[in-house]
């Protein structure tokens, strides 16, 4: 993995948010209780002097791991998050996960609807998949929550000013240039909570997480951060491997995303 300078990765990723927080009116964050969401949620806790200024939602199937259920209610307390939990259907959807597909973005998509959020902090980034790769800092869907990948607006010299639907929203990526070594060390730095399922139990850890139905465990004795930093110079594994949404043709990841999907 390619070596970055953690200190230009978090300046990098405050600006973009504190930018984002003082550009748009109603503001928020996506939280899986993954890795990456949570250290996006440290970052901004660094950039708005130890508090997160804007709701956090989580998009709830009622399959998540019974970890991930605790590790949010001691996180949210913790750092006095103002959560949001929205309930998404289980039912056939193109993709053919019912639980972590377009159900979830029709749920995102009433919450949308029913508080005006015209931004949203999301914690993807370019190395997860081919098609987020093609994804911008800031990145404008429409009133339908569609993503015209093919014209994107340009971002030159860290202007990411856009033009959006007056009814669509902008999803706001400030971790597009991490990578997953990049995360692990500043969860090591800054000494970020995080979900117990990372580490190795039995010969397996959860390298990405998703729900109960659709994410498998890889093998792995990493029992602490510094076993995981190791395991990640030397593997040759995807990291999100173990998400079966992920292992579907491009082309369906890419038409999801362009209809929101998160």
């Given at each position: 993995?390619i070596k970055q300078?953690?200190?230009?990765?978090e300046?990098?990723?405050?600006?973009?948010?504190r930018?984002?927080?003082?550009?748009?009116?109603?503001?928020?964050a996506?939280?899986?209780?993954g890795?990456?969401?949570?250290t996006?949620?440290?970052?901004?806790?660094?950039?708005f002097?130890g508090?997160?200024?804007?709701p956090?939602?989580?998009?709830?199937?009622?399959?998540?791991?019974?970890e991930t259920y605790?590790f949010r209610?001691?996180?949210?307390k913790?750092?006095?998050?103002?959560?949001i939990?929205v309930?998404s259907?289980?039912?056939?959807?193109m993709s053919g996960f019912?639980c972590c597909?377009a159900?979830?973005t029709?749920?995102l998509k009433?919450?949308?609807k029913e508080?005006g959020?015209?931004?949203?902090?999301?914690?993807?980034?370019?190395?997860?998949h081919?098609?987020?790769?093609?994804e911008?800092?800031?990145?404008?869907r429409d009133?339908n929550?569609k993503?015209d990948?093919k014209n994107?607006?340009a971002e030159?010299?860290d202007?990411?000013?856009s033009?959006?639907d007056?009814?669509g929203h902008?999803?706001?990526?400030p971790?597009l240039?991490w990578?997953?070594?990049?995360?692990?060390?500043y969860?090591?730095?800054?000494?970020i909570?995080?979900?117990?399922?990372?580490?190795?139990?039995?010969?397996?850890r959860?390298?990405?997480?998703g729900?109960?139905?659709?994410?498998?465990?890889?093998?792995s004795?990493?029992?602490?951060?510094?076993?995981i930093?190791?395991?990640?110079?030397t593997?040759?594994?995807e990291?999100?491997?173990?998400?079966d949404?992920?292992?579907?043709?491009?082309?369906?990841?890419?038409?999801l995303r362009?209809l929101g999907?998160?």
């Amino acid at each position: 993995m390619i070596k970055q300078d953690l200190n230009e990765l978090e300046e990098r990723s405050i600006f973009i948010m504190r930018e984002a927080k003082s550009r748009f009116k109603s503001v928020a964050a996506l939280w899986s209780m993954g890795k990456d969401s949570t250290t996006m949620l440290a970052l901004a806790r660094k950039a708005f002097l130890g508090k997160v200024p804007f709701p956090v939602i989580h998009i709830d199937n009622s399959i998540d791991f019974p970890e991930t259920y605790a590790f949010r209610e001691y996180l949210a307390k913790k750092w006095k998050l103002d959560l949001i939990v929205v309930k998404s259907e289980i039912k056939p959807e193109m993709s053919g996960f019912a639980c972590c597909g377009a159900n979830k973005t029709a749920a995102l998509k009433r919450l949308m609807k029913e508080r005006g959020f015209d931004a949203l902090i999301v914690s993807i980034r370019r190395d997860e998949h081919g098609i987020r790769g093609k994804e911008r800092v800031i990145s404008p869907r429409d009133r339908n929550f569609k993503w015209d990948y093919k014209n994107q607006p340009a971002e030159l010299w860290d202007d990411y000013s856009s033009s959006r639907d007056s009814k669509g929203h902008v999803r706001v990526h400030p971790l597009l240039d991490w990578n997953e070594l990049n995360i692990w060390q500043y969860i090591k730095r800054e000494k970020i909570p995080i979900n117990s399922l990372y580490y190795s139990r039995n010969g397996y850890r959860y390298r990405s997480l998703g729900c109960t139905h659709c994410t498998s465990p890889v093998k792995s004795d990493a029992k602490t951060i510094d076993g995981i930093m190791r395991e990640l110079e030397t593997t040759d594994t995807e990291e999100r491997g173990g998400r079966d949404q992920d292992k579907e043709r491009e082309y369906v990841m890419q038409k999801l995303r362009a209809l929101g999907y998160l």
